[in-house]
């Protein structure tokens, strides 16, 4: 391709669109917030955390897709009224296809980019669905209409080309042959730049042929994603179309490219920790995107004016084909498509700031000239010069035979190099026609037998890939499995298919599907090892995750809408069946909580990715078991409140009883590893026929994505309430500690015990009425840890440990208990002592309304033990550690508000001095008074009488040691729960002994609180009487 001159000074900026899309069925049962607002071109985002944290930017074209329509009689979505904002499909191709329409056939190359989170609508803007067809089928129907308008004074030739990227291996969409281990590669040539060597292009006259061909692509991405156990998400799609005309009378030919592509879902992996893997990321699952992204930031930064501006074109397959789109010689348009949901703020902005770097990029795009058609004039020109020697040479009739004879041969050379050039276009043809004869053949065929016989449809995440293959059950037995010798068989591949996996019977009009020994069925969610008589739109997973849905004879079809049979409906039914659901919205709420909600689809979407690593454990011997849990579920925070859920996935090694547990981010990390590993094993098989049995794959360990070193797991909390504290009343209690998911983890026996600077326990009478009174001064404090009983990590495997840590007010760090080994109810006898040299406000409001979360850890063999980091730490020569301590550089730095707060407190101490002054000095004067009117006797009932203040201190205990067993009883009302399983019977039984716990419940709380009632009214009683004794 060579650049004309004149074009060379151009520049062009990607233009960059952003689109939001409607909710869908997800957000809608989520009763989702919209958080995306549009002001013409203008895009402006809000934190839903945050009301006042908003972020605009501002594209070439936004388009509003999210409300304001309706479907119209062809099943086409259009807006509701005339002119209304809704963005439909013609609106977005009127801007954008048009315009890469007009470049292709003004000879530039043109690209498309649809960039987005997986399910933000991209492959609905490119593709569409149904009759509201996408940006790609209708730049195909407008491109052959303006060929077939100006083919008078041009001759164009359209050749068509389809191929994916998925970690790092280019595959063709249309090849015929068998898939290239390793997939196409990428090659580069000076003229060319980079090119897929080996890539079918097709030649199409028409846009129903693209279509064909898309359909055949499609086919064959969603057959190789379920060989190879590849989620579509995580791959790229490209279509190349290009474009000749060769115009005659000007004798000049423009040829462009116009490549369509549609970017792997960008999401980000939601963790709730940020750490490092030990091993690399994904191998090359996310390279092309990162890579994409350090292009598009480079080039960026190019456009700003930066210098020595390094662009990573060559580290990605996927930055290298899209070179000349970016920076380059093309016209390029990215569409970003946004989902509007309060749930995906992280990824719309982020896909936001991506599309805001990519408008900066400039283009240098030209006008193309063909070198095969400056061939043809080149041999046209010769052939005109030989013409004009051989007529000289008759004119003269001087010249010898056999310099006319050489003339001669020259100028039938060229002819015939003219006429193979001319003619590749028609044998392309005649080759395509072949193919599409024969596909045609094979599309009819396969609507007949809709209509005569029941089938299995697949079910993919991938939208544009689902229904697209179909498994026929004629009448009589036929074998479902890895097997396609037999005549009767139907040949599933994919991870846990066994080479007779299940039976498939068609008798009288009913189907009934059989499992075989050892393989894994599930239908409607249920796995089922017993025969089955499937019912029409009957839900199918063979294996770990190959996903079918029945369809029955016509008859039974009826009108029932197939479209909510989506794989997350299959994931949600399964997650059902495992005693998964995403729950009621709570009592006075119009919706799920939305931490709730994310963990929930956070879950369905793990749920088929741990089914194929234990599968892939299982094919690799490798001994390793997945299972997925919920972070957080029943744990809460020093304050009470709920901790923020996610999802991590519990590996358990069934030979040595190790376990970790990995985020979300980890897993997914490590299962694209496994993915290379089972790969490469599988390979080696295919080249081993003669290996009998399946042998363990060995790795060494740093390289073995089964296996981690192991690490202290927390296995639960407890919660000790410290308002006993304020009152410097003892408490002693015994905790359940409870798992991650609530399960009963162990009993821990705990105390609290208000002490002496020397570590002696106070007595009664240093019992507090006003918990105010410990303000300015010293309070010293024991968290005394004595035993932990049942320990359920220790029952699982003798060789454990367990540790306890808590954190206390501001301690930096937490502390932690000693290890101990091998004993279900080990002796902890560990205490801590605590204090504060000068008790504030702050404390005493931590002390009243928190708790000391107690954690629970296990330890393993093999792994370090959890130390406190006591430099951090503030304590004294006698090992107390002190809390409440204030900076001095942060009370230089005090506000004047807090220092007039400290002020008014200085003189309501001064007051309360004063006041305590003028008491005593009361007091004094009151047994003067006393002792000369009573005498002797006066002074004896006063030695014994005893002090009111101890009296309300006794009875103040009483009533917060029966709270606490009121607190016990309704923590065990919050955890009684039904069974899943619960039949009628069952339900009755549980309310039952609901209503049981809730009368005992009543009952001690109105025991205690009647009970304090009386010791007050006693006490005041008493008071009385003395007082009337009193003048």
């Keep these: 391709m060579r650049a004309k001159a004149s074009d060379m000074h151009s520049k062009d900026c990607v233009k960059v669109a952003v689109r939001v899309r409607p909710f869908n069925k997800r957000e809608r049962d ?92 991209k492959s609905y803007s490119m593709v569409g669905y149904g009759s509201n067809k996408g940006l790609v089928p209708k730049l195909c129907e407008r491109l052959f209409q303006a060929i077939r308008e100006n083919q008078e004074n041009r001759q164009c030739q359209v050749f068509f080309s389809m191929l994916e990227i998925y970690n790092e291996q280019v595959v063709d969409l249309l090849s015929r042959g068998a898939r290239t281990p390793g997939g196409l590669r990428v090659r580069e040539e000076q003229r060319r730049g980079f090119y897929v060597e080996g890539l079918r292009t097709v030649p ?49 030919t423009k040829q462009s490219n116009i490549n369509l592509v549609d970017l792997a879902g960008s999401e980000r992996q939601r963790s709730s920790g940020s750490e490092a893997d030990r091993l690399k990321e994904g191998t090359a699952i996310n390279l092309s995107l990162t890579t994409l992204g350090n292009v598009i930031s480079a080039l960026a930064d190019l456009a700003v004016g930066k210098k020595n501006v390094h662009i990573p074109y060559r580290d990605s397959v996927l930055t290298k084909l899209l070179q000349s789109a970016l920076g380059g010689n093309s016209r390029t348009v990215m569409i970003a498509t946004l989902s509007p949901a309060d749930i995906c703020y992280e990824e719309s902005l982020s896909t936001l700031r991506y599309a805001e770097r990519t408008k900066r990029i400039q283009n240098r795009a030209v006008v193309n000239e063909s070198p095969t058609e400056r061939l043809v004039k080149e041999l046209k020109a010769e052939n005109a010069r030989l013409m004009q020697r051989l007529s000289r040479m008759g004119q003269e009739g001087q010249r010898e035979n056999d310099e006319t004879k050489e003339l001669r041969q020259l100028l039938s050379q060229n002819e015939l190099q003219i006429r193979a050039i001319q003619t590749l276009w028609e044998q392309h043809l005649q080759e395509a026609l072949k193919d599409w004869e024969q596909q045609y053949a094979t599309i009819t065929q396969e609507r007949r037998m809709m209509q005569m016989h ?104 009826g009108g029932d809408d197939w479209s909510r049979y989506d794989y997350d409906y299959f994931q949600s039914e399964l997650a059902a069946a495992e005693g998964i659901h995403l729950g009621e919205p709570s009592t006075g709420s119009s919706q799920t909580d939305p931490s709730l909600l994310a963990v929930f689809y956070d879950c369905i979407k793990l749920m088929p990715m741990v089914a194929e690593a234990n599968q892939m454990s299982q094919e690799l011997n490798k001994g390793v078991d997945f299972k997925l849990e919920i972070k957080n579920l029943a744990l809460s925070d ?51 026929q003669g290996a009998t049995e399946p042998s363990a794959v060995t790795l060494p360990r740093d390289k073995d994505p089964f296996w981690d070193p192991v690490e202290p797991l927390l296995l639960g909390t407890a919660h000790l309430w410290l308002q006993s504290l304020a009152f410097r009343i003892p408490l002693q209690e015994q905790l359940e500690v409870l798992g991650s998911e609530g399960t009963e983890e162990a009993i821990l026996q705990a105390q609290l015990v208000p002490c002496t600077p020397t570590g002696l326990s106070l007595g009664e009478d240093d019992i507090l009425i006003d918990p105010s009174d410990l303000l300015g001064r010293r309070l010293d404090f024991q968290v005394v840890l004595d035993q932990c009983c049942g320990l359920r990590w220790i029952k699982e495997a003798r060789n454990r440990g367990v540790q306890i840590g808590f954190r206390l007010f501001d301690c930096s760090q937490p502390v932690y208990s000693p290890a101990l080994w091998h004993n279900i109810n080990p002796l902890l006898d560990h205490k801590v002592h605590f204090a504060s040299l000068q008790t504030s406000k702050h404390l005493l409001n931590y002390l009243q309304s928190s708790a000391v979360v107690l954690e629970l850890w296990g330890l393993q063999e093999g792994c370090s033990h959890l130390v406190s980091s006591l430099q951090t730490m503030r304590m004294t020569p ?20 807090l220092m007039s707060v400290k002020a008014l407190q200085q003189d309501l101490d001064e007051l309360k001095s004063v006041n305590a002054s003028l008491r005593k000095e009361n007091h004094i004067l009151r047994e003067k008074l006393n002792a000369a009117r009573t005498g002797g006797d006066g002074v004896r009932g006063r030695s014994v009488r005893p002090s009111c203040d101890a009296e309300f201190a006794r ?62 009214a006693a006490i005041v009683r008493r008071k009385r009487e003395r007082s009337g004794v009193w003048p």
Excluded at 81 to 94: H, I, L, N, S, T
Excluded at 234 to 245: A, E, P
Excluded at 983 to 1011: A, C, I, N, P, Y
């Design 204 to 252: 199409c006259e028409s846009a129903a042929q693209v279509e064909q061909l898309m359909e055949q692509g499609t086919r064959t991405r969603t057959t190789a994603a379920t060989h190879m156990n590849a989620n579509s998400s995580r791959s790229h799609m490209l279509i190349i179309l290009q474009l000749k005309q060769i115009f005659s009378k000007e004798s000049t």
């Design 638 to 688: 020093s304050k009470g409140h709920d901790l923020e859920k996610d999802i991590v996935v519990k590996v358990t090694s069934k030979h040595s009883k190790q376990v970790w547990v990995w985020s979300k981010a980890k897993f997914v990390n490590r299962k694209f590893l496994m993915e290379d590993v089972y790969e490469q094993h599988q390979a080696e098989q295919c080249s081993d």
């Design 454 to 557: 029941p089938y299995i449809l697949n079910v993919n995440e991938d939208a544009q890939l689902s229904g697209v293959v179909k498994l026929f059950i004629q009448e009589g037995e036929w074998d479902v499995g890895l097997c396609d010798s037999s005549p009767r068989s139907i040949s599933i591949k994919g991870l846990g298919i066994q080479e007779r996996h299940a039976v498939f019977k068609n008798e009288a009009r009913r189907v009934t599907l059989t499992p075989l020994a050892g393989s894994k069925v599930t239908v409607n969610g249920n796995v089922v090892s017993q025969p089955v008589e499937l019912q029409h739109l009957d839900r199918l997973i063979l294996g770990s995750n190959c996903t079918y849905l029945f369809v029955g004879y016509p008859s039974e079809r």
């Design 878 to 897: 006698e090992s107390i550690f002190l809390i409440d301590e204030t900076d001095p550089f942060e009370t230089s730095a005090v506000s004047s508000e």
């Design 30 to 121: 989520a009763g989702s917030s919209c958080i995306i607002s549009m002001v013409t071109s203008s895009i402006t985002i809000q934190d839903p955390r945050d009301l006042q944290s908003r972020r605009s930017f501002s594209f070439d074209y936004a388009y509003w897709s999210h409300s304001g329509f309706t479907r119209d009689h062809r099943g086409v979505f259009v807006p509701e009224e005339p002119g209304g904002r809704y963005a439909d499909q013609d609106c977005v191709f009127g801007d954008l296809g048009e315009g890469i329409l007009e470049n292709a056939l003004q000879g530039y190359n043109a690209t498309l980019l649809a960039y987005g989170q997986t399910g933000s609508g």
């Design 955 to 1016: 009875a103040l205990k009483v009533f917060y040691h029966s709270m606490t067993s009121v607190r016990g009883q309704l923590q065990r009302l919050r955890r009684h729960r039904p069974s899943e399983e619960s039949d009628l019977l069952g339900l009755k039984l549980f309310v039952d002994e609901h209503r049981r716990l809730l009368r005992d419940f009543s009952e001690q709380m109105e025991e205690s609180v009647s009970t304090l009632k009386q010791d007050v």
